[in-house]
């Protein structure tokens, strides 16, 4: 924990969390955004001899983690539609060859015979799936291709399961323990509360004035931040609003082409952005130091929805 990730203690919940990993346990762990999930299954995976594979449905995400193991000296790839025919091929080389400690790909790839046939030559030491809400039906991002995870795990050997989320009601508990065939899970409920941040809600009579106070909210907020729209039109609207004020913001959403979005988050992370414009493709987990505001410029499908951008 100090060597490689330069950490003194834990956060509250970490703790159990890993040692229940360690221990072998197929493991539940619900906590906030910015509760150090990633540390769960990262610290107790280089203590154990295999490949972890990750399952993460936001490419964002995973771009994010693998850049930071990687600066770790942590050996990890990913692998999803964002990279381009050379990085797959090594990626795909490297984990053929054993020489990879993490391995981040989204479910639509476990689905695919030719990938998971690459782990069976390996010992997959722990499997994690990120944002398991997304496999119930009952869940507010449900995601058809977190159905075939089950048996992707018992394609892999059947190694323990992490499940990770920060929503999760007992119906989609669940399904998750189902879902992914948990055997006795020890289920970790941080809950969600965040004594650090500020909810409020701001009424606008038209589009003109909700654009106004959005300026107005930008203008005034320090560091950089993410302006959350429902669908990819009002996106590319909002991002001209920003351009024609004079107010640095980049644009991310699913259809943009992958060098694009990579180009967007890149910038966005090296502070050359005040605000980032983006659906919900994007976020959840970007590990970004001054992020001081997130702005719902639509209002979400549902309050898990809300909680979770």
Same mark, same amino acid.
């Given at each position: ?59 964002? @995400? ?18 999803? $539609?964002? !990279? +381009? ?9 490297? !984990? ?26 390996? *010992? ?6 990120? =944002? ?70 701001? *009424? ?19 560091? $950089? ?10 996106? =590319? ?5 920003? =351009?024609?004020?004079?107010? $640095?913001?980049?644009?991310? *959403? ?11 988050? +890149? ?22 130091? +001054? !992020? ?5 410029? +639509?209002?979400?499908?549902? @309050? ?6």
């Amino acid at each position: 924990m100090r060597g490689t990730f330069g950490l003194e203690d834990f956060r509250p919940g970490q703790e159990a969390v890993i040692d229940s990993i360690v221990d072998g346990h197929d493991t539940i762990a619900v906590m906030p955004t910015g509760a150090g999930k990633s540390l769960c299954y990262q610290l107790p995976a280089l203590h154990l001899p295999g490949i972890t594979v990750v399952v993460s449905p936001l490419i964002a @995400l995973m771009k994010d983690q693998t850049d930071k193991l990687q600066a770790l000296g942590v050996r990890a790839r990913q692998v999803n $539609s964002a !990279i +381009d025919a050379a990085e797959l091929k090594d990626a795909l080389s490297a !984990i053929d060859k054993g020489e990879v400690e993490f391995v981040f790909a989204t479910p639509e790839r476990l689905e695919d015979p030719d990938f998971i046939a690459l782990f069976k030559q390996h *010992h997959v030491d722990l499997f994690v799936v990120d =944002e398991a809400h997304c496999l119930s039906e009952w869940g507010h991002d449900f995601r058809p291709a977190f159905l075939g995870l089950g048996t992707a795990i018992k394609e892999v050997g059947s190694p323990p399961v992490l499940a990770l989320t920060a929503t999760a009601t007992v119906r989609v508990l669940q399904d998750i323990v189902r879902g992914l065939g948990l055997k006795d899970p020890a289920t970790f409920n941080l809950g969600i509360y965040r004594s650090n941040l500020q909810y409020e809600v701001r *009424h606008t009579a038209n589009d003109t004035a909700k654009q106004q106070h959005l300026i107005r909210i930008l203008r005034e907020m320090d560091g $950089s931040g993410i302006v959350y729209c429902a669908t990819v039109k009002n996106c =590319e609207a909002v991002t001209r609003v920003l =351009e024609a004020e004079g107010i $640095s913001g980049g644009m991310y *959403h699913g259809r943009m082409a992958a060098s694009r979005r990579r180009e967007t988050q +890149d910038r966005f992370r090296t502070g050359d952005l005040h605000a980032i414009v983006a659906t919900n493709a994007f976020g959840m987990g970007i590990d970004k130091p +001054d !992020i001081r505001f997130v702005v719902h410029y +639509d209002m979400p499908g549902s @309050l898990e929805s809300y909680y979770q951008e």
